[in-house]
Every structure is written in C-alpha cells, then in structure tokens.
C-alpha cells in the first residue's frame, strides 16, 4: 500500500531563509509525486508534480523538488522564504496504473511558519 | 477560466441528518473526486467518479455516496450524519487519462452538532 510520511509537523524559518520541507514516500509502482499548499480557510493549491522524466521539477513561487527514487523521497525546496509562503503544505502520491490514479495518498501536513 | 467551484461554503447540521454538497469541475475536466480533510490532518479519499459512474472508493462508510451529472458537476451526500463526520470536503476535479493531476476547489466546511 502506498503512504506519504512528511517529516515535521511545523517547521519555522527566517525571511529570506532556505525552506525544506521533507517527504518520504512508499510506492510498490513507480509513482507520482505532488505537493499542494494550503493557506488558511482554503482548498489545495497544486505546487508541482513529478510524472516522469526530469527529476528536479519546478514548481510555482520559486518553489522546487527533487524526486530520489534511491531515497523514496521527494523534499521541497525554495532558495529564499516569503512571508507569503506561511502555509500549510502537503506531499501526496498517486499510483501510475491506469484506472488507480485517482486516490492520492496524501501526508499529514508541515506547517510552515515564516518569522520577520 | 473557472477553477472548480464548491457549494456552499459552510453548511451546520445536527446528527442524524442528511447533508448534500456539489461541486462543479474546472473547465476541460471530466473526473470528479471527493476528500475529507478533518482538522489538522491531511485529506482523505472518498471516491472519484468518471462517466457518471463510481470509478474509486477509499475506506468510507455507505452512508456516504456519490453521484455524477452528464454536464460533469457532482454532488457528495452523506446520510445519518455523525459528529466525527465534521469536516472540510474538498472537492477536485482532472482529465481522464492526462497524468490525471487533481485540481482542487475551496471546500465546503462541515460542522456536525
């Protein structure tokens, strides 16, 4: 069965700080990989995804991950943090079978605070 | 272009009640998937519908079901409602076959007293 484990519950950082937001995962099928970003009283943002090909994947804001297969892990990245990127974030995987792609697993959520 | 719209926002129901939630898909899309996000968890999948029809279902009770229109909207009801059923359900729709990347809706918040 697959799973998502996101290392870090909350994580804080300062203005202008790397951010990294780890993500284990657990597929038996090679998988694909989203994060989504959740501000506060809203629905899910798609960030980037991993489907095949390139494993560092850019996503929007600056925002960017590298897939490991070596590692199962897919950890996000952005060089400089925004206050704006004060969110919660979430890793999720999805199966690549045909008929299985619609039930992503989703972690349980890393908190990102961003301090002036 | 419309993103996937969710209706309503915010709904208050008493146990034992039936509550009826609709979403309508981005434009383009013809999937329609069901998650159930309680608080400070992630969310959890309920079922997909394609076609008109249940394609996927996660590991929820019958007491929740599904149905999909021709135009692709859909609606998510859940009968004899229980306190642990409050939550936000959010709503995402994709295209068949297109590497089937979810786009989400803002959700409809459910409180269950």
């Known amino acids: 069965a697959q799973s998502v484990t996101q290392l870090g519950s909350h994580v804080s950082v300062s203005e202008g700080a790397l951010v990294l937001l780890r993500c284990n995962y657990s597929?038996?099928?090679?998988?694909?990989l989203f994060w989504y970003v959740q501000y506060p009283n809203q629905g899910l943002q798609l960030l980037l995804k991993y489907t095949t090909g390139a494993t560092l994947v850019k996503g929007i804001n600056g925002f960017e991950a590298e897939f490991k297969k070596s590692e199962t892990s897919f950890h996000l990245t952005k060089p400089s943090a925004h206050m704006s990127d004060a969110a919660e974030y979430f890793c999720?995987?999805?199966?690549?079978?045909?008929?299985?792609?619609?039930?992503?697993?989703f972690g349980k959520g890393t908190k990102l605070s961003v301090k002036p | 272009d419309a993103g996937v719209t969710q209706s309503p926002t915010h709904l208050i129901k008493t146990r034992g009640q039936q509550v009826t939630l609709r979403c309508s898909p981005k434009s383009g899309h013809d999937t329609v998937s069901w998650y159930q996000q309680a608080l400070g968890q992630g969310p959890q999948f309920i079922f997909q519908?394609?076609?008109?029809?249940?394609?996927q279902r996660g590991n929820f009770p019958d007491r929740f079901s599904g149905h999909q229109f021709p135009n692709y909207s859909s609606e998510l009801n859940v009968n004899a409602l229980l306190l642990g059923d409050s939550a936000l359900y959010l709503c995402?729709?994709?295209?068949?076959?297109?590497?089937?990347?979810?786009?989400f809706g803002p959700g409809t918040r459910l409180l269950v007293l």
């Open positions: 597929s038996s099928v090679p998988p694909y």
């Open positions: 519908y394609y076609e008109e029809e249940e394609r």
């Open positions: 999720a995987v999805s199966e690549t079978s045909v008929g299985s792609q619609g039930n992503l697993i």
């Open positions: 995402a729709s994709s295209r068949i076959g297109y590497q089937e990347t979810q786009y």
